[in-house]
């Protein structure tokens, strides 16, 4: 399981996303970000500060 916590990019923010795979989590990260910030697009260098804060985490049972 792969997890993007939103407050080691953003300041403040405390939601998270959690999925299997990296792909899925940031898909999830930039559509909630967009939804937030009512953006139409997140800049690629933001994908890539979400990708390099992406931790693995133990699955509960």
Known sequence: MK????GTLIPGATWHVEAETEAE??????????KLNDEA????DMVERIKERIVDV???P
């Open 58 to 60: 133990e699955e509960r």
């Open 3 to 6: 997890r993007f916590d939103s």
């Open 25 to 34: 989590v940031v898909r999830r990260a930039v559509e909630n970000m967009k």
């Open 41 to 44: 697009e997140v800049r690629p």
